[in-house]
């Protein structure tokens, strides 16, 4: 199999249908937004591997990024800490997933969209959709969007550690690492954090206690 080609593939629909790719990034750290990413393949990507983000290395993800950034449309969409904790998990999820359709310049006629969640067309801003369980790995308009999702996450997540130093963002992206637990309770938590997630209130609620 060469450099270029990958198991996963499009539903077979006609050319003239413009799909859209969504899924999103961030729904478990511990700290930073969620961030969805709505991507159209304008042009084949050719001479990368496009899969799950998650079944890449960070070069093969950022050599992928750069690619699809030239060959389709993108939009991003982010929620933050602030707005997770205040809607919960599942809504701010959908605004994320809301807001990278509405940053996308074309329209698709068709969204398919990663997980089991059922994701009406409010969300969607009225276009049809389709959900579909490890999609990310399956579909390869929502592998697209994963990689670009996650590579926009992570350099979010490293400019914000220059902001925010003393938690090291850079080295766990905000996920609830050995690492991010011990400079949590030792700092207490920083604007970006989610307050709502049980592990991070039990570790401030301790840090209270030990003081």
């Not at 961030?26 to 961030?35: D, F, T």
């Amino acid at each position: 199999m060469s450099p270029g080609k990958t198991k996963n593939q499009q539903p077979k629909l006609s050319d003239k249908i413009i799909i859209a790719g969504l899924d999103e990034v961030g729904r478990g750290p511990w700290a930073g937004p969620i961030v969805a990413c709505a991507y159209i393949e304008v042009r084949p990507v050719l001479n990368v591997k496009i899969t799950d983000s998650k079944k890449l290395n960070e070069a093969q993800r950022e050599e992928a990024y750069e690619a699809l950034i030239r060959g389709g449309h993108y939009g991003i969409g982010q929620a933050e800490a602030a707005e997770i904790d205040k809607l919960g998990l599942s809504k701010a999820n959908r605004l994320a997933f809301q807001r990278a359709i509405e940053n996308l310049k074309v329209k698709p006629d068709l969204i398919l969209i990663d997980g089991r969640d059922k994701i009406d067309r409010t969300t969607t801003l009225g276009i049809p959709c389709k959900t579909f369980i490890k999609g990310d790995l399956a579909i390869r308009a929502i592998s697209c969007a994963s990689i670009v999702a996650k590579v926009t996450r992570d350099r979010l997540m490293n400019r914000l550690a220059k902001k925010f130093p003393k938690y090291r963002f850079d080295e766990h992206k905000g996920y609830g690492t050995a690492l991010h637990r011990k400079l949590l309770k030792q700092h207490g938590a920083s604007a970006i954090h989610r307050q709502s997630f049980k592990p991070v209130h039990l570790l401030l609620q301790s840090s209270l206690i030990d003081e």
